[in-house]
């Protein structure tokens, strides 16, 4: 089946520094990128999102940024803090119609102080 | 919260084994999926129920099927149990836009989850 490649599995940052994490997809009808940040025992829940007609968004420390003609898409997250300490999950929607996911196998960030 | 609510939270079950898990969408929301997350792995799509109806499955055997019921509600249903099928199932409600070009889905929202354990 169609790949979501995650790249680093594990991260460590010191606090207030950036932290980068890349994925790469093989699906062509993808069009529909979420990041998911997953803590210990919990939910993964959504922290940005990008659709295929945008190259680049931005959440307050938060920004994805698309290639679509490179199938690459990658989460950056500045001044970071130990509560961003948690897995992210890329993704990418399956097919054209966009109504499931293919995640990648996660990083895990730790943020130090 | 999410408005996504699962049971059980947690169950334990022997090999050959049946079990079924529920979901409860959140508030007008007309999709719902499932997905199994094995220790240290991404979650993975096991199917997706859009109107009652299945509309999309993934790389899993028959063993695993689903209902969607009319208050958006659905159930995981695995039979005959297998070692490997340990793991945090979960599920999402997402609301699916008819576009022009096709049906779109909205962001997932996910429930905690229900943690099975298979001896």
């Known amino acids: 089946g169609e790949n979501v490649e995650q790249h680093p599995s594990t991260l460590s940052v010191q606090e207030g520094d950036s932290a980068v994490i890349k994925c790469t997809y093989s699906?062509?009808?993808?069009?529909?990128f979420p990041w998911y940040k997953q803590e210990l025992g919990k939910r993964p829940q959504l922290i940005i999102d990008?659709?295929?007609?945008?190259g680049e968004k931005k959440d307050q420390r938060i920004a994805v940024t698309l290639n679509k003609t490179a199938k690459h898409f990658s989460l950056h997250i500045t001044e970071t803090q130990p509560e961003d300490s948690a897995v992210y999950f890329c993704?990418?929607?399956?097919?054209?119609?966009?109504?499931?996911?293919?995640f990648g196998k996660g990083t895990s960030l730790l943020v130090t102080p | 919260e999410t408005g996504v609510t699962q049971s059980p939270t947690h169950l334990i079950k022997t090999r050959g084994q049946q079990v079924t898990l529920r979901c409860s969408s959140q508030s007008g929301h007309n999709t719902v999926s499932w997905y199994q997350q094995a220790l240290g792995q991404g979650p993975q799509f096991i199917f997706q129920?859009?109107?009652?109806?299945?509309?999309g499955r993934g790389n899993f055997p028959p063993r695993f099927s689903g209902l969607q019921f009319p208050n958006y509600s659905s159930e995981l249903n695995v039979n005959a149990l297998e070692l490997d099928d340990s793991a945090l199932y979960l599920c999402a409600s997402s609301s699916v836009e008819e576009l022009a070009g096709g049906p779109n889905t909205g962001e997932l929202f996910f429930g905690e989850g229900s943690r099975l354990t298979v001896l």
């Open positions: 129920y859009y109107r009652e109806e299945e509309n």
């Open positions: 993704a990418a929607s399956m097919g054209y119609s966009g109504y499931a996911l293919n």
């Open positions: 990008i659709r295929s007609n945008v």
């Open positions: 699906d062509s009808a993808s069009n529909y």
